[in-house]
Nanobody
Framework: VQLQASGGGLVQAGDSLRLSCVGSGRTLSMYTKAWFRQVPGKEREFVGG????????EYADSVKGRFTISRDNAENAVWLQMNSLKPEDTAIYYCAATREFAISCSSYEYEYWGQGTQVTVSS
């Protein structure tokens, strides 16, 4: 069971990026998925999550209205569309998956993690 995140890069404030996370394993395609981010010296921070069927999403207050999570279970993929990026969005972004039905903002609830992709937003 693996998650592969991609799509990070260096952009300017106000730009957009779309991160992708592709999973292996048919069961994983139905798991609750989430995106977290982390900067050096700080704990991993919840960005947003999406339920197994994609009908429920939750976002951190800091990204509400700017970021959107979507998924396609047939492709075993989840995306994080990031608009109106700010320098404070700079971090390594990780996708994660859990068997739990509920979306949790705690990184400890997620069993599977991707390798991370760097997002850098310049001012």
């Amino acid at each position: 069971v693996q998650l592969q995140a991609s799509g990070g890069g260096l952009v300017q404030a106000g730009d957009s990026l779309r991160l992708s996370c592709v999973g292996s394993g048919r069961t994983l395609s139905m798991y609750t998925k989430a995106w977290f981010r982390q900067v050096p010296g700080k704990e991993r921070e919840f960005v947003g999550g999406i339920s197994g069927h994609g009908r429920t999403t939750e976002y951190a207050d800091s990204v509400k209205g700017r970021f959107t999570i979507s998924r396609d279970n047939a492709e075993n993929a989840v995306w994080l569309q990031m608009n109106s990026l700010k320098p404070e969005d700079t971090a390594i972004y990780y996708c994660a998956a859990t068997r739990e039905f509920a979306i949790s903002c705690s990184s400890y609830e997620y069993e599977y993690w991707g390798q991370g992709t760097q997002v850098t937003v310049s001012s």
